[in-house]
């Protein structure tokens, strides 16, 4: 079994400028448009009715997203809990390259103190913005605890900063390598689990990567293919085609695994997400999912 691990941040950058060059507007002779950004959402709130007590923790909660004022797609109305859309491969909607604005709130909720998004500062809202690049693929990972809404006619709740702050990942549009002329495939790991850790606050995960689908009942001796921060991606991890099993850590403790099949040239992510609160986190409180994202 051959791994690498690239991280791939120098090539995306290089190709964004390339690509942002090529997108700032439509081919003068052909009239062609530059092609759409790709775009999905992952939803891992959780209501809390009790700010002291973890074990109140366990809600999963549907929300809006709202692109420039609207709903319709790529955003979202009533986006269940603990979903990602779309939830089909290869996993994106597509976006206008150019820059959008964008709110997250508890579903049917309105008004300015709804949106997730708060300064750190003061806990008032903002309109966070990102610039999106033509068939670059951007994940926006909607992760955290927030309090449940305030009874009808009571003043707002304001979700405290930064509880669920405005992140988007950018990915990775590359092929796997070619070894002996032949492609790998690659893969990323996306940590949108709060549930990791007891506090609900997430926690970094180690990947692993064992050839079979039985998970391993420990990682010591193994070696780890590297990290994802909580509501963050890990670099890009590169292997042969082959069964597998990838089990995710936080720090020795194996908290999710699935057993995952890589093809020749295929690109995926690995979403892994929490059900709910736990005493003792473990593969019993999570759930990862797959998308195919390119086949090369």
């Given at each position: 079994m051959k791994?690498?691990?690239q991280?791939?941040?120098v090539r995306l950058?290089?190709?964004a400028?390339?690509?942002?060059a090529?997108?700032?507007?439509s081919d003068n002779?052909?009239?062609?448009?530059a092609?759409?950004a790709?775009?999905r959402?992952?939803?891992?709130?959780?209501n809390y009715?009790?700010?002291?007590?973890?074990a109140?923790?366990t809600?999963p909660?549907?929300?809006d997203v709202?692109i420039?004022?609207?709903?319709?797609?790529?955003g979202?109305?009533?986006m269940p809990?603990n979903s990602?859309?779309p939830?089909?491969d290869?996993?994106?909607?597509?976006?206008s390259?150019?820059?959008?604005?964008?709110?997250?709130?508890?579903?049917?909720d309105?008004?300015?103190?709804?949106t997730?998004?708060?300064?750190?500062?003061?806990?008032?809202?903002y309109?966070?913005?990102?610039?999106f690049?033509?068939?670059t693929?951007?994940?926006m990972?909607?992760a955290?605890l927030?309090p449940?809404?305030?009874?009808?006619?009571?003043?707002?709740?304001r979700?405290p900063?930064?509880?669920?702050?405005f992140?988007?990942?950018?990915?990775?549009?590359?092929?796997?390598p070619?070894?002996?002329?032949?492609?790998?495939a690659?893969?990323?790991?996306i940590?949108?689990a709060?549930f990791?850790?007891?506090?609900?606050?997430g926690?970094?995960?180690?990947a692993?990567?064992?050839p079979?689908?039985?998970?391993p009942?420990?990682?010591?001796?193994?070696t780890?293919?590297?990290?994802?921060l909580?509501?963050?991606?890990?670099n890009?991890?590169n292997?042969?085609p082959?069964?597998?099993t990838?089990?995710l850590?936080?720090?020795?403790?194996?908290?999710?695994?699935?057993?995952?099949t890589?093809a020749?040239?295929?690109?995926?992510?690995?979403?892994?997400?929490?059900?709910?609160?736990?005493?003792?986190p473990?593969?019993?409180?999570?759930?990862i999912?797959?998308?195919?994202e390119n086949?090369?």
């Amino acid at each position: 079994m051959k791994l690498s691990n690239q991280s791939g941040f120098v090539r995306l950058a290089l190709a964004a400028t390339l690509v942002a060059a090529a997108a700032c507007g439509s081919d003068n002779t052909t009239s062609v448009s530059a092609p759409p950004a790709q775009f999905r959402i992952i939803n891992s709130v959780f209501n809390y009715t009790d700010a002291t007590s973890t074990a109140s923790k366990t809600a999963p909660s549907a929300i809006d997203v709202l692109i420039d004022s609207s709903s319709t797609k790529p955003g979202a109305t009533a986006m269940p809990g603990n979903s990602i859309v779309p939830a089909s491969d290869p996993g994106y909607e597509p976006l206008s390259p150019e820059v959008h604005s964008f709110v997250a709130r508890l579903s049917g909720d309105t008004g300015p103190t709804s949106t997730f998004f708060t300064n750190t500062t003061d806990s008032l809202p903002y309109l966070p913005r990102q610039v999106f690049t033509s068939a670059t693929p951007y994940t926006m990972v909607i992760a955290g605890l927030v309090p449940v809404p305030a009874a009808p006619g009571a003043p707002h709740t304001r979700v405290p900063a930064p509880a669920v702050p405005f992140t988007v990942l950018i990915g990775d549009p590359f092929p796997p390598p070619k070894v002996d002329g032949a492609y790998q495939a690659r893969f990323v790991v996306i940590n949108a689990a709060p549930f990791t850790s007891t506090t609900g606050n997430g926690a970094t995960l180690s990947a692993y990567l064992t050839p079979g689908n039985v998970p391993p009942s420990t990682v010591t001796g193994l070696t780890t293919l590297g990290g994802a921060l909580y509501r963050r991606a890990s670099n890009y991890f590169n292997a042969d085609p082959g069964t597998y099993t990838l089990t995710l850590t936080a720090g020795s403790k194996i908290v999710a695994h699935s057993a995952i099949t890589l093809a020749a040239g295929e690109v995926r992510s690995y979403v892994v997400q929490s059900t709910g609160y736990a005493a003792v986190p473990s593969p019993a409180n999570s759930f990862i999912t797959s998308f195919l994202e390119n086949k090369y």
